[in-house]
């Protein structure tokens, strides 16, 4: 409880303009962030970007952090998950500019069936996922989507590794109930 309250202080500092503030919260949390965005990009370079870039967000939006929707933990991993994202999106609009090859083979029949079933299956996750509660919703993304084991979500949100597997167990049920097979709504 006592490193929340000093990360809540911090962030206050923080929007008052202390950089000895935010170097603290740098020392405390450009780790595991480093490792989310290098889990998810795959590329040290970007991930070294991203954790720059989530720290300067950081400093420009502290007055607006509110603790009582996350930890600041959670909030400093949430502008890396966002940023990382804008970094895949950007990286897919660069693939989808490249020049289309005319004597690449169409896909059949068969894969597009099997891709719109894949897709409508992806919808209904993505559906079900955001109707779980969030703390449930971020650890089943931080394990499942982004490869992060319960011990490094737990160091990640300071929360202890049991608890994580307790929001895990949680979520999953729920969303085993929200997908059941047979669901007309799917």
């Known amino acids: ?7 809540i202080a911090a962030i206050r500092a923080v929007a008052r303009g202390d950089d000895a503030a935010l170097a603290r919260l740098y020392d405390r949390y450009s780790r595991p962030c480093y490792s989310f965005a290098l889990r998810m990009l795959g590329s040290e370079p970007d991930a070294e970007e991203i954790v720059q870039e989530t720290f300067l967000r950081a400093w420009r939006s502290a007055a607006s952090y509110d603790p ?8 400093l991993l949430a502008i890396t998950r966002n940023l990382c994202i804008d970094e895949l999106r950007r990286r897919r609009r660069n693939v989808a500019s490249a020049p289309i090859d005319d004597a690449a083979p169409l896909p059949g029949a068969d894969r597009t069936d099997l891709a719109a079933e894949q897709a409508v299956d992806a919808a209904a996750v993505r559906a079900a996922l955001a109707s779980l ?23 990640l949100l ?22 059941r097979p047979g669901d007309p709504s799917r």
């Open 1 to 7: 409880m006592q490193a929340l309250a000093d990360d």
């Open 68 to 75: 009582s929707r996350a930890s600041v933990s959670s909030w």
């Open 133 to 155: 509660p969030g703390e449930q919703r971020s650890a089943i993304e931080l394990v499942y989507y982004y490869g992060l084991t319960s011990n490094e979500v737990g160091r």
């Open 158 to 179: 300071g929360v202890p590794p049991p608890t994580i597997r307790s929001r895990l167990r949680l979520g999953l049920l729920k969303l085993a109930g929200i997908l």
